[in-house]
């Protein structure tokens, strides 16, 4: 493969080299994980769909153990914004991997972590320059919760509906994206979560605020889980001035709109905002798991003085292999990256219609009366790998190796199923 290519399926979708691995795989995972088929026909009645196992990918190509190739839509959730196994960035966690896979957190630094440090603090938009690393999405936004509650000493957060932010047992109750993955833990999750319509009026944002029990307003810039979703124009500047003029430090999720899937290095600066705290995580390292919550110098100041042992810390804080990664991801920016990703973008607006969102982060409206679970179904059965964005929108986080046959062969079985506007 080379990452451009066409589908190419060989057996049924999926085949039974990932049957097989399905059925080793529902034996030892929680079954709660992985949807597969013995589940899904009880439940819902439905033929096989177990998931295609993967065995390789470059680019926007991705092969299963059965030989089918296919293209990548989704770019592993968002994660292979660079594409699949780019050479940069694996070569980047090789040679760190050669040298020092792991150092000790908190107690012993190595030298990617310091020079990661410093070249995302250039990157972020100024005054943001001081982190706290992490491994997920959840954890970033973790720090971004403590670090409101010491900054503010208020314990109060303020989300909007449709929002998600993780699901780690600290950040699962400030989702609502799917109330399914709070409502099983909804006597322990975060106590003082307060939501408002994404768009609220500032009347309602200000009656919220004023009185003093928010510490922190966090938002995304665009929704990913909950739709694809953009507040209207100028919302979040309002409610940032809000929230900051009520005490309330202003944060923005930006794990999967942030590190240029936009077209720019981060949304924020498209709404006018420069937020005190910004989480990032997804393309921060092209495929290592790697996240970060940037924040100003005042609001990180709330942390104090390290007394010889981190109040907030992990055992593979500021891990080699992926701080290594994602200077390799950095390299990449000095080469055109965000160049390449506005000229995909272009790319996709010049084929389809009914296109919302920005430069990689897309969802795709369906012709009226389509069903995307069911489209996005057929479409793998063709080699597509896609998910819906909402019932009737398919999602679209490509990665930049995306190719203009690609997105034509896209397009046709889409026109092939009548489901193209």
């Known amino acids: 493969m080379n990452g451009t290519q066409l589908p190419e399926i060989v057996t049924p979708v999926p085949g039974p080299e990932s049957v097989a691995r399905i059925d080793v795989l529902a034996r030892h995972e929680c079954p709660a994980i992985t949807a597969r088929r013995a589940r899904r026909a009880e439940h819902l009645g439905t033929a096989n769909d177990d998931p295609v196992v993967w065995d390789e990918a470059v680019g926007s190509n ?25 050479p940069t960035v694996v070569a980047a966690a090789q040679a760190q991997a050669d040298k020092l896979p792991h150092a000790m957190g908190d107690a012993w630094p190595d030298q990617s972590r310091i020079r990661l440090l410093e070249r995302l603090a250039a990157f972020a938009p100024d005054p ?24 503010t000493g208020r314990a109060g957060v303020l989300t909007f509906e449709g929002g998600y932010h993780g699901l780690a047992l600290g950040v699962v109750g400030l989702q609502s994206a799917r109330p399914q993955f709070t409502e ?16 609220a009026s500032p009347h309602d944002v200000e009656a919220l605020l004023q009185h003093g029990e928010i510490g922190l307003v966090l938002g995304e810039p665009m929704q ?21 003029r009520h005490g309330a430090l202003f944060a923005f999720d930006e794990v999967l709109t942030g590190m240029g899937r936009t077209g720019v290095p981060f949304a924020c600066t498209d709404e006018g905002v420069i ?27 709330a942390w104090g003085a390290s007394q010889g042992e981190a109040i907030h810390t992990q055992t593979f804080l500021g891990h080699p292999v992926g701080c290594a990664a994602a200077l390799g991801v950095f390299e990449l920016f000095d080469q055109g990256l965000l160049d390449a990703i506005q000229a995909r973008s272009r790319a996709l607006d010049d084929r389809f219609e009914g296109l919302r969102g920005r430069g990689l982060m897309r969802a795709l409206a369906l012709r009226p009366g389509s069903d995307a679970l069911a489209v996005s179904r057929q479409l793998l059965q063709e080699g597509h790998l896609i998910l819906p964005a909402d019932a009737e929108s398919l999602q679209i986080t490509p990665a930049v190796t995306l190719s203009d046959a690609q997105i034509d062969h896209f397009a046709g079985r889409l026109e092939g199923l009548g489901a193209l506007l």
Do not use: Y
Request: net charge neutral; aromatic share 8%.
């Open 62 to 86: 991705i092969r299963d153990v059965d030989g089918n190739r296919f293209v990548d839509w989704l770019s592993g959730f968002g994660v292979t914004l660079v594409g699949h196994r780019h």
């Open 128 to 151: 943001l320059s001081v982190i706290v690393l992490g491994l997920s999405g959840s954890d970033a936004i973790d720090a971004a919760v403590k670090t409101a509650r010491l900054a």
């Open 184 to 199: 099983p833990f909804a006597d322990i999750v975060h106590p003082h979560v307060h939501r408002l319509p994404l768009g």
């Open 224 to 244: 990913g889980r909950g739709g694809f979703r953009e507040a209207p124009q100028g919302f979040w500047a309002e409610t940032a001035a809000i929230a900051r």
């Open 275 to 301: 937020p005190d705290l910004l989480c990032v995580g997804k393309a921060l390292a092209g495929g290592w798991p790697l996240s970060a919550c940037i924040g100003t110098p005042e609001a990180m100041a």
